[in-house]
């Protein structure tokens, strides 16, 4: 087995094994055939602390200075372009810009060939003039018959197709046939003769023909295939044969002597005393402390610049500065690429869908509206006093309905 000892004193040094530098959140390379150093951010593998030979997915190896670059924000594949990355290819759900910065898609949106234009929407909703709007509720695919009329064409998981419409499966059936026949069950369940999945055991996570196979976290699995918990609840996983012995721990802290001991303060996650290798949001690794962000709106920084910006922000010369207003994510100030709820994209600006709205193409055309209000012709009305949600067929028998009570009222009393 491949181990790493940490020298205490020497911070970043660990002593290599015969076969080489291991690293959990980072890789490690030889030094003299007698240490293990860390790369710096974002390289794979180096010859020196500062100077690196290959790059982490989504960041790119600038070889004037040896050194590997991040990508865009929401950036795949990237090119280097002097000290800066362009983007070349952009994550799901976004398209590249001219500038190569990947601006996002429209809602719910997995493919668009302009960020307002989508040709491809996600499960659970159809494609409408570039628009993905929603199809009926347990439907994977549906197509508009007419207006307001859909039918189902796939269902989602634990749902089965009736006539043109998805009904919910018996439950711990992950796909039916019908109400009463189940093809496959959910992890925690297991098919009977019955054609319905019942539960496997108290606790189990996953199980195969009425056995448990794993457990839940914090709980190990015995030699009779029952999960009994571990009594530290700061372990996720213990020893079968004496579960006071932690082989696993959460969050926050480390293993130490088959026991979880916490980590440092603002530490999300350590691997020895004192060494951190993931801190808390607001804080970076220096020297394997965890240190408060120094650059102002930075949510991720390293000792020098700022790598990620709060939301509203854009990276500048390693510092965080102000998107335009109302837009969540951008390349530079004049230059949006999300923006707030409720507000819609007007060229590379953020404009407001108006009144009751909270998704919408633009100012005339809301997909979704807020409580309180319903949609009409691409329009949100609001609903009648003392209504939270409504329709526009349930705020007409609401209405309805008021008219009769004032009606009742004033026949009682005309009679009295």
Request: contains cysteine; proline residues 3%.
């Amino acid at each position: 087995m491949i181990t790493l000892l940490l020298i205490f004193g020497v911070q970043g040094q660990y002593l290599p094994t015969s076969t080489g530098c291991l690293g959990t959140d980072y890789l490690y390379k030889f030094e003299d055939l007698s240490f293990c150093f860390t790369c710096q951010k974002g390289c794979k593998s180096c010859c020196d602390p500062q100077l690196c030979n290959e790059c982490e997915d989504r960041y790119r190896f600038n070889s004037t200075t040896s050194t590997c670059i991040r990508c865009p924000v929401n950036c795949e594949v990237c090119e280097p372009d002097g000290l800066f990355s362009k983007c070349s290819k952009c994550e799901t759900g976004y398209i590249k810009q001219d500038d190569g910065s990947c601006k996002k898609c429209g809602d719910d949106c997995v493919s668009c060939s302009l960020a307002d234009y989508c040709s491809q929407c996600a499960d659970a909703f159809y494609v409408e003039k570039g628009i993905c709007k929603d199809c009926p509720y347990g439907c994977k695919s549906c197509t508009q018959v007419e207006e307001q009329l859909f039918v189902c064409d796939t269902c989602i998981d634990r749902y089965y197709l009736v006539g043109e419409q998805c009904t919910k499966c018996p439950t711990g059936c992950l796909k039916c046939d019908d109400d009463f026949t189940c093809t496959s069950c959910e992890d925690a369940y297991v098919l009977k003769e019955t054609k319905l999945c019942e539960f496997c055991t108290p606790n189990c996570k996953k199980c195969s023909e009425n056995t448990c196979t794993e457990c839940q976290i914090g709980y190990v699995l015995t030699a009779d295939n029952q999960c009994l918990g571990c009594p530290d609840i700061n372990c996720e996983s213990c020893q079968q044969d004496d579960r006071t012995k932690c082989t696993k721990c959460a969050s926050k802290f480390y293993l130490l002597n088959s026991t979880c001991i916490a980590c440092d303060v603002n530490c999300k996650q350590c691997d020895t005393p004192g060494h951190c290798v993931e801190c808390k949001p607001g804080y970076f690794i220096k020297n394997g402390v965890c240190t408060a962000n120094s650059i102002k709106y930075c949510q991720v920084q390293n000792e020098t610049a700022c790598l990620t910006c709060e939301s509203g922000y854009y990276i500048k010369n390693g510092a965080c500065n102000p998107c335009g207003d109302n837009c969540l994510q951008c390349s530079g100030p004049s230059s949006c690429n999300q923006c707030a709820t409720a507000y819609f994209f007007n060229g590379f600006q953020c404009q407001g869908c108006g009144t009751g709205c909270e998704r919408c193409v633009d100012s005339n055309i809301c997909l979704k509206c807020t409580y309180g209000f319903y949609i009409s012709k691409g329009v949100c009305e609001r609903c009648i006093d003392g209504v939270c949600q409504c329709s526009i067929k349930e705020n007409m028998i609401q209405n309805q309905s008021n008219q009769i009570i004032v009606l009742m009222l004033l026949l009682l009393l005309i009679l009295s």
